[in-house]
């Protein structure tokens, strides 16, 4: 998903989650992902998270 996202142009993933499911949160965390604050809004969203994205391979070797 990140590697189809940076080859998007995205700078960012961003994703909420429910309260109960402390495993996904855990494993947010783990990929790097922080908390942030609420940017939407649902009957799920509880907790929201955000991973900066590196910039693209191409974009690297261009800058050498």
Do not use: N
């Not at 998007?8 to 499911?21: E, N, Q, V, Y």
């Not at 922080?34 to 939407?40: L, V, W």
């Amino acid at each position: 998903m990140e590697a189809y996202a940076t080859g998007g142009g995205a700078t960012r993933i961003r994703l909420d989650t429910r309260s109960d499911l402390v495993e996904a949160r855990a494993l947010y965390a783990r990929h790097g992902y922080r908390e942030i604050p609420a940017f939407t809004s649902g009957p799920y969203a509880q907790h929201w998270f955000e991973k900066a994205l590196a910039g693209r391979v191409d974009d690297a070797a261009q800058a050498r």
